[in-house]
């Protein structure tokens, strides 16, 4: 009984994180069907709805270019469908003839995936439903047209909040991040080859997660630009987006650092004592990025903390013979630098703000 009240739980948790797109695909729908019919006076708006729900969809990105790819879509596949289907009949190989053509038609004219998608479910419909028509090409455009704008309308009256997205998945990234640099620190400190493979096979696998960040982002600053009562959000969003391409590099630091960390316990090479504390300063740090950008603070605390973490990356303090613990070393100062860039630093301000490879000895007083 428990682990179905469980799974239950689970469901509803998804559907309410899609809850909002529902409604709004559901509203869309609907409106767009009494434009259409009522205020434009199409009897049968077949594509006014199919086209809202599809403008909107359940996940966000690029609406205003997928109301041009619908409206290119519908006219293609209405086109190509009249034509044939008023020449040809209807049947089964002529609806298989007209959809190959349709889509044929749309990849020719350098069309996306939703141009190819739409021109063939036009011609669909146009074989198999709605004979053609003299004027019927030109009421499918507008239909799709009628549509796609009732989908940005809704989606401007009736916005998701684009930093819950982003919020969403930038936990996960930077949760990765952190994970990661906490299992390496921990491998080190116990010499375990077998601990180190697991993270380096971990972050393997954690490039769709900054992949699913990076279209989170898209969503959110579509959002933020279409949505007037989403516009205060804007500056919040920008510090995400900052951090965004700096925390992939992050990332693919750390699985390089992860690898000849591995290679470097394989070798019996021997690793310097401080390495590990350093490694848990910067999995510190990366909690603390994440809890100021989830709060919309500017990053300061987590800045400091990367520059704290990484003033023992020096040979001095970091020091080694063999190769791989060399790269570890250049790989510590790599993610320190990719870190103060997701801070809002540039390049140029996160290199200066390293302390320098070696330090000169003091020299003692003469005399």
């Known amino acids: 009984m ?3 009240r469980a799974e239950l739980g689970r469901r509803l948790q998804r559907w309410r994180r899609t809850a909002l797109p529902i409604l709004q695909a559901a509203l869309a729908a609907g409106l767009a069907w009494f434009v259409a019919t009522a205020l434009v006076g199409h009897p049968h708006p077949f594509f006014a709805p199919i086209s809202a729900v599809v403008c909107l969809g359940v996940s966000l990105g690029q609406r205003p270019r997928r109301v041009a790819e619908l409206v290119v879509g519908v006219s293609v596949g209405v086109g190509v469908g009249d034509v044939l289907i008023s020449q040809i009949g209807s049947g089964p190989w002529q609806i298989a ?3 190959a053509l349709a889509m044929s038609a749309a990849v020719l004219l350098d069309g996306g995936a939703v141009i190819a998608l739409q021109s063939g479910s036009s011609a669909v419909l146009v074989a198999t439903l709605l004979p ?7 009421d499918r455009m507008v239909d799709a047209l009628i549509g796609g704008l009732v989908g940005l309308a809704v989606t401007a009256l009736l916005p998701a909040n684009p930093l819950t997205i982003a919020h969403r998945h930038g936990k996960v990234v930077l ?11 921990s491998a080190v400190a116990e010499h375990d080859t077998v601990k ?11 490039q769709s ?8 982002l898209k969503a959110g600053k579509e959002i933020a630009t279409i949505a007037p009562i989403r516009w205060h959000r804007r500056d919040e ?3 995400y987006r900052e951090a965004a391409l700096p925390l992939d590099y992050a990332l693919r630091n750390t699985r390089v650092l992860a690898r000849r960390a591995l290679a470097a316990l394989r070798d019996d090479e021997g690793t310097p004592a401080i390495l590990p504390d350093v490694l848990r300063r910067y999995a510190d740090a990366v909690d603390l990025l994440r809890t100021e950008l989830a709060r919309g603070d500017k990053p300061d605390q987590a800045r400091a903390a990367i520059r704290d973490a990484a003033s023992t990356a020096t040979t001095t303090e970091l020091g080694g013979d063999g190769f791989s613990t060399k790269v570890v070393l250049a790989q510590i100062r790599s993610v320190a630098v990719d870190l103060l860039q997701a801070t809002g630093l540039s390049r140029a301000d996160a290199v200066e703000a ?8 003091l020299t003692p007083p003469a005399g």
């Open 97 to 99: 003839l007209v959809v």
């Open 354 to 361: 390293l302390p320098p490879l070696s330090r000169k000895p």
């Open 132 to 138: 053609p028509s003299t004027n019927g090409g030109f």
């Open 196 to 206: 180190a493979a697991g993270v380096l096979a971990q972050l393997r696998k954690s």
């Open 2 to 4: 428990g682990a179905v």
């Open 175 to 185: 949760g990765e991040l952190s994970t990661a640099l906490r299992g390496i620190a």
């Open 237 to 239: 969003l920008d510090h």
């Open 209 to 216: 997660a900054i992949e699913d960040f990076k279209d989170a």
